[in-house]
């Protein structure tokens, strides 16, 4: 199986996976890269996972329904271009002989779900989360609440640390400025940090991440950690409780310049 991103719009990936002779791709916000792949690769399109109803996410479905041999899966309680097969939480739907696990993840949106493959058939565990984890941080919260959106990053930093994680967009620079003003002390940050600086200086991908490295480094993931809670707590925190923490800290990364 071969996992690759695919560049769309100005910081926009869209995930593909495909055993060198059928594909799947997330979240194709535009269908021309995913063309282009396909066409490059010799692929046939098997199935179109999609995360949530964002266009950036959605705009190219219709486009490459004309080459899809297979469905359109998406979250049940969002507006995705019909026709699909909506899913809800728990439900497990194979493609390209994979089985992927539904997860309910709601925060950037109400509906929003995230697909993980546990193995075997691939390498290492995979997961396809669309705009709820980032490298270094996690999305904005559109029609969640803080509370919900902490239990769902909750539930994806439990999956297995060698999990691949697939975020939707190249935010990690960005969103390590901020870390690093979290947690000024946390040395695999700053470590980090390098690394991801002189990969985008080369125009490579930062991602996939790990949820390994993840709670090494990324403050939404380390709402128990006595920095992270210092620092939240000194942007009006209430409390050192989980979802205060993080509700904190979302505040100050959307202000954080
Ligand atoms: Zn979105």
């Known amino acids: 199986m071969n996992l690759i991103a695919l560049p769309a719009f100005t910081d926009n990936y869209i995930w593909m996976l ?6 799947l791709v997330v979240d194709p916000g535009e269908a021309g890269p995913v063309e282009a792949a396909l ?11 999609v995360t949530h109803h964002h266009g950036d ?11 899809l041999r297979g ?27 994979l089985d992927f696990e539904v997860i309910d993840v709601p925060g950037h949106t109400a509906g929003h779900i ?10 290492a565990p995979i997961l396809f989360c669309g705009d709820t984890l980032f490298s270094g941080g996690c999305g904005r919260l559109f029609e969640g609440t803080p509370e919900q959106m902490h239990a769902s990053l909750s539930r994806l930093a439990a999956l297995p640390g060698d999990t691949r994680v697939c975020c939707a967009h190249e935010y990690t620079l960005a969103n390590l400025r901020f870390a690093r003003a979290v947690e000024p002390g946390n040395d695999a940050l700053d470590r980090y940090s390098a690394w991801c600086e002189a990969t985008r200086a ?6 996939p991440s790990s949820i390994a490295r993840e709670r090494a480094i990324n403050p939404f993931l380390r709402c128990a950690e006595p920095e992270v809670q210092r620092s939240a707590a000194a942007h009006g925190a209430a409390s050192d409780a989980g979802s205060a923490v993080f509700a904190a800290l979302r505040q100050w990364k959307n202000e954080f310049r």
């Open 39 to 49: 066409d490059a690769l010799h692929l046939t399109l098997a199935a179109i996972l």
């Open 202 to 207: 080369r125009a490579e991908p930062t991602l």
């Open 18 to 23: 495909h055993d060198g002779t059928r594909a």
């Open 114 to 123: 995230a697909y993980f493959h546990a193995g075997p058939g691939s390498s």
């Open 57 to 67: 996410h959605v705009g190219g479905v219709d486009a490459l329904r004309a080459r």
């Open 71 to 97: 469905p359109v899966y998406g979250p049940r309680r969002e507006r995705i271009p019909p026709p699909y097969e909506a899913l809800d939480d728990g439900a497990c739907i194979e493609v390209l002989g």
